[in-house]
Structure formats: structure tokens, C-alpha cells
């Protein structure tokens, strides 16, 4: 039957409702516009966290506990509209992490799939399955669900990075696992950067007597400076023009398949030209971004904010970002696009 329903009949369903409800039944009907939606409308809202500030509380927080301690000693980037969660997105977590001189964050592993995004600091370890990545300024490290981890600073100088989790989205499948080890450090497998030589120069190990030690889907982690950043620097001077949404970008690979970094996440960096701006972009994949270099402004539908180095920006899913480079511009940037792909729901509307 078409048509408003009389007061009889509204009031007859409001009695089935209250009836119902303790049987934890409850009618479509009265909520079918909030849960199919025609268009995303995310409850996590644009952000932006200035990296001294932050910095300054982090730095507190060393001060008052140790890094054994808190097993990790992270601040976590929560998202104002995603309060209580600990997401910076509803599907992604972010946090910055501190190692002071001489600290070790132990051994552990779990599901969930972890990148470290180094901000500060130079020649701390995080050691996967026990191969150490030595981490600079800006260099990108995995480590891939399962894989045992733990992280060190022998340097004189505190080391900070963004980790990015997929938290949010292994709490949403009920499919977290996680577990100590029983030393603080998981033993050396393989002299530091082993794997970057194996499998980070569009090269693989030919197979011979000795087995592979490194995970056959996963077996890179590192992702230094000193690679990607003279790459954008190179397409930047090959004259190829910047996509007009993007700017020069380019995204981060797993050598074994040329899919996203992880199973969950994917990231990428680019780079804009002194006075470059880009045309209004939207994509379903809510993104972590963080300033490595250069000044400029960003647009989150019309809400405009300021970005310098280090800054830290989230861009919710579907919101339309428009980036102003006031000075040659390089940002990373990571997101769920490898989960929302592999479940065909990733759109992008670059018009
Ligand atoms: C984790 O394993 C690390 O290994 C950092 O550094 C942050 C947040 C939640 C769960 C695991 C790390 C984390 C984490």
C-alpha cells in the first residue's frame, strides 16, 4: 500500500516494534536510507595535526614512561569524528611512535598489517623477522601481518615515526591474533637490508639450493628516501607533465605481483611544483597524509588548511581534496584502496 500510513497503523507498528525489539528483531524499513547509502558520507572528518605540537606531548610522554614499559610508546592520531575508536579513518589507525637513545620496543607479532613513516631521527632499526631496515628521515618500512617485529635506537638522537595500521579493519572482521616473544628481541636471520638487495631492484633470488627465508607474498619491507624521493625528482625533470589531480605521484609496490604493499594498504608519494594545483579529486579510500617537503595549502571541500613539513592530514573518504603547492610540494600518503579494490568498492571521481 502506497501512501502515508494512518495514525491506526503507525501506532499498531509502534507497538510490533517495542514487542519485537527484546527479541532483537527491528524493521528495515525505519532504517534502509541510513544503511544503504547513495553515496558515501563518512563520520570521520578532515584533520590536520601539526607535527611540533604533537611532538611536544610525545616527548613528554618519554619522559614519564619507557618504551619497554608501554611495550609501545605511541600517541594515537584519533579522528574528531570517529571518538573512542582509535582510527584516524573508519578502516585505518594512525599513531606517532617515539624510541628514545638506547630503547627497545620488543618482540611481537600480530594480524594486523603495520607501515612506519620515519619523521624524525636517523639509524634506529625496526627488525622483521629479524632482518633489520635501518630507518632515515622519511623512509617507508612494513611490517606485513604475522611477521615478528621489534624496533631499536642505538643512536644518541630520539627516532619518531608515523605508524599506520589496519587496526579498524581486522577489529571489523573479528580476526585479531597477536603474541609476545619470549625474548625482547627476535634473533638476527640476515645482515640489515638484506631483503631490500634481494628483492628491491626489479630483482628476484634465482632460485638454487638456498631456501627463501623471506615470506614468498611479502617478502620487501623497505622503502628508503634515497630511492623514491630521486625518482620523483626524475620524473619531475623528464618534462612529463603532473597529472593534473595528482601531480607527479607514484605508488609503492610489492615486487611479487605489482599490487599494493600490503593486503590492506596502499601508499604512494608525490610531488607538486613550486605554484602547481591540482583540480578537485574525490576517492572512496580515506587517506593519511603526511608533508615531507615544501608549503602549501589544501582544500577539503572548502575547508582550507595549511600544510609544512611534517604535518599530518586526513582526507576522509569522498571528500573532494583540491593541494596548492606554495613551494615545490612532497607528500606521502597512505590508505585502505588495497582492501577496497580486492572487494571491487574503490571509485575514484577525478572530473
Ligand atoms: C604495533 O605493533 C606497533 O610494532 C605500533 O611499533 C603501534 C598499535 C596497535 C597495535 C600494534 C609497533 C601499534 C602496534
Known sequence: MAGPLSNDQASQLQALYAEMAPKNLLPLWESLAQLVLPEPSSPARPHKWDYDGARAYLMRAGDLISAKQAERRVLILENPGL??????????????????????????RHSQCALRFVLEGDGAFTSVDGEKAVMRPFD??????????????????????????????VRHFDASFAEQYEAEQFPEQAPPGDSLNRYGRNMRPLKGRSADRRPAHQPLFHYPYAEWR???????ASGADPDPHLGHAL??????????????????????????????????????????????????????????????????SWKALRLKADSRLVLFGYSDKACQEKLNLYREDNT
Open 230 to 236: 630521486p625518482a620523483l625528482d626524475a620524473l619531475a
Open 140 to 169: 617507508l618500512v612494513l611490517t606485513p601481518g604475522g611477521q615478528w617485529h621489534d624496533h631499536g635506537n642505538p643512536t644518541d638522537q630520539p627516532m619518531v615515526w608515523l605508524d599506520g595500521l589496519d587496526i579498524p579493519t
Open 251 to 316: 605508488e609503492f609496490l610489492n615486487p611479487v605481483n605489482g599490487g599494493p604493499i600490503m593486503a590492506t594498504i596502499s601508499a604512494h608519494v608525490r610531488l607538486m611544483p613550486a605554484g602547481f594545483e591540482t583540480r578537485a579529486r574525490r576517492a572512496t579510500d580515506g587517506t593519511v597524509f603526511v608533508v615531507v617537503e615544501g608549503e602549501g595549502r589544501a582544500w577539503v571541500e572548502d575547508e582550507e588548511i595549511a600544510l609544512v613539513p611534517r604535518d599530518i592530514l586526513v582526507v576522509p
Open 83 to 108: 571518538d573512542g575508536l582509535s582510527a584516524i579513518t573508519p578502516s585505518l589507525y594512525a599513531g606517532l611512535q617515539l624510541i628514545l637513545p638506547g630503547e627497545v620496543a620488543p618482540a611481537h
